[in-house]
């Protein structure tokens, strides 16, 4: 193996992060496209599908849905003040499912 062929993988993986990063935040540039009323929490959101492919997938229901169904919100945030603890405990689940994920798969010592 060469120099040149590191330098091609280097390349390589540098457009297939490219392209993940622009598929990842897709959601948020949808909805920033069609000025979704939420733009903003899914665009908050969308920083944690990095994460999880499920989220992003409801991201991009939610975007591409196109209309606002409150009432399965408010099933569960009764205020809108309650909105950045959900957000919150989402954070927590998601990076705890991470967490255990990588150490399941042997990315984390231990």
Do not use: C
């Not at 280097?10 to 297939?16: H, T």
């Not at 009323?37 to 999880?52: H, Q, V, Y």
């Not at 689940?93 to 967490?99: D, E, F, H, P, S």
Request: proline share 5%; hydrophobic share 60%; charged share 10%.
């Amino acid at each position: 193996m060469g120099p040149g062929m590191a330098e091609q993988q280097m390349v390589a993986f540098g457009i297939a992060g490219l392209i993940v990063v622009a598929v990842t935040f897709l959601p948020g540039m949808i909805a920033y496209a069609r000025r979704h009323p939420d733009r903003a929490l899914i665009a908050k959101l969308n920083i944690l599908a990095l994460l999880s492919f499920l989220l992003w997938l409801a991201l991009m229901i939610w975007v591409l849905g196109g209309t606002r169904n409150d009432a399965v919100i408010n099933r569960f945030v009764h205020s809108r003040a309650q909105r950045p603890l959900l957000i919150g405990l989402l954070v927590v689940l998601v990076g705890g499912g991470a967490l255990t994920s990588a150490h399941m798969v042997g990315l984390l010592p231990g």
